[in-house]
């Protein structure tokens, strides 16, 4: 069986890699003419991080990211709210991982060229349509640099092609644009001195005045006693109707992040200074879509972003991507046929992601936060002089829905090897 798949992001890189320990054959094409270590940071959960090590990848992994021990909600003044463990400090048998995104994605480039051959990926790539013919899929590609088209065969198209996925675009010709909830992004990578435990995730303060967020990326600068910290701000506007394209590799400006954390002050945090500190400024609405009736249809069907982008409030977008490719890599192994293969991945994944989609809309821990941004506006000395235990009840089941991170603590069930032997990790 050959699957193209359209994307070399997270998604579309692990799914590669686990087409090929099941034993079929993937090739990816992208659109960008360069694959360079871009972005900032993104947490690899648990379920994730079992996937990824049932590929073989567990010790870079541990080599590249940090081991997340904590996340503590905070007030704008660095007061604590509210924490909880992570990965193994929580009982589960993986880690969830801090990690630079463009780290994550050269470690998984290398893997794929590695293991498939130093072709596998072609750059300046494009899909711009497909035909199912019922036999195959005739893909049209755009050479990026020449604007040349041609076609090519394969028996599966995957779509992994991200927010903008032409994938889905012609799968689902009618759905318009991204949704925006009216939270504006800005994020950065700077280096500064370790904070905390020095592997904490901290949430300080509430979208709907200013919420800051923060945690290192580096196995690198915690070795030399150094944190490279991954920050983002974020503030609730007005309005929702976007008028501009959501680009994640947008430049933002400090003049207009700054402003709305220039005065905070937090004993163990120069959050200012974060902002001021970074090389590079990104700007992001935070959008996603709504859920997709199908993802697959005959020999073509969508993972990662282009099937299912979420906010980013749980930290799962980029860790079900993986848990996509491994399902898809799963299902084509054992059906009979591509078409028996793709339908029995979108039954096993969509409904399950489209429910945390729809949780991360309703998250409950900016409200709680909020209400104390109410109640303490100049900070508080004990929580439970500002909230009751009831009130602040719902932030650990509200991440258990958006995390989704409950049965992950045994072996992978989709690891297959090409003599169609199932096995765990």
Not at 40 to 62: M, Q
Not at 225 to 252: C, F, K, S, Y
């Amino acid at each position: 069986m050959r699957v193209l798949i359209a994307g070399a992001g997270i998604g579309g890189l692990t799914a590669a890699l686990s087409l090929r320990a099941a034993g079929l054959d993937a090739r990816i094409v992208d659109s960008a003419r360069e694959l360079r270590p871009l972005g900032v940071g993104i947490n690899l959960l648990p379920h994730a991080v079992r996937e990824l090590t049932g590929l073989g990848l567990g010790d870079a992994l541990a080599a590249t990211g940090l081991p997340a021990e904590e996340l503590v909600h905070f007030d704008r003044h660095g007061n604590r709210v509210w924490g909880q463990a992570r990965g193994r400090r929580l009982g589960h048998r993986y880690p969830q991982y801090f990690v630079h995104r463009g780290e994550l994605q050269m470690l998984l480039l290398a893997a794929v060229r590695e293991r498939l051959g130093a072709d596998a990926v072609r750059t300046g790539t494009a899909v711009t349509g497909f035909e199912d013919t019922g036999t195959g899929v005739r893909v049209r590609l755009r050479d990026q640099a020449t604007g040349a088209e041609r076609e090519e065969t394969a028996d599966v198209l995957v779509g992994a092609d991200g927010l903008h996925s032409a994938v889905r675009r012609a799968l689902h010709p009618g759905e318009g644009g991204p949704l925006w909830n009216g939270v504006r992004l800005w994020r950065g990578v700077t280096e500064a001195d370790p904070f905390l435990t020095g592997r904490t995730m901290a949430v300080l303060g509430t979208r709907f005045r200013a919420k800051f967020i923060c945690y290192p990326v580096s196995r690198e600068a915690d070795g030399r006693g150094r944190a490279l910290v991954n920050w983002l701000g974020e503030v609730q506007e007005p309005t929702t109707e976007l008028t501009e394209i959501a680009d994640w590799d947008r430049t933002g400006r400090l003049a207009d992040v700054l402003p709305y954390f220039a005065d905070w002050k937090v004993p163990w945090l120069d959050v200012p200074g974060l902002i001021r500190g970074a090389d590079r400024i990104l700007e992001y609405p935070m959008v996603d879509r709504d859920p997709l009736p199908f993802w697959s249809r005959g020999r073509v069907t969508l993972l990662g972003d282009a099937a299912h982008p979420m906010y980013p409030l749980g930290s799962n977008g980029g860790s079900q991507a993986v848990v996509d490719a491994r399902v898809l890599a799963w299902e084509l192994a054992r059906a009979d046929g591509a078409v028996e293969g793709l339908a029995a991945y979108d039954a096993a994944r969509r409904e399950e992601v489209n429910a945390i989609v729809l949780a991360n809309r309703t998250n409950p821990g900016d409200a709680i936060l909020d209400a104390v941004a109410e109640r303490a506006p100049d900070g508080f000395d004990r929580i439970e002089d500002v909230l009751t235990p009831e009130e602040l009840a719902p932030l650990e089941g509200g991440y258990r829905q958006i995390t989704h991170t409950d049965a992950v603590d045994g072996d992978s069930p989709w690891t297959v090897r090409p003599d169609g032997v199932t096995s765990g990790v």
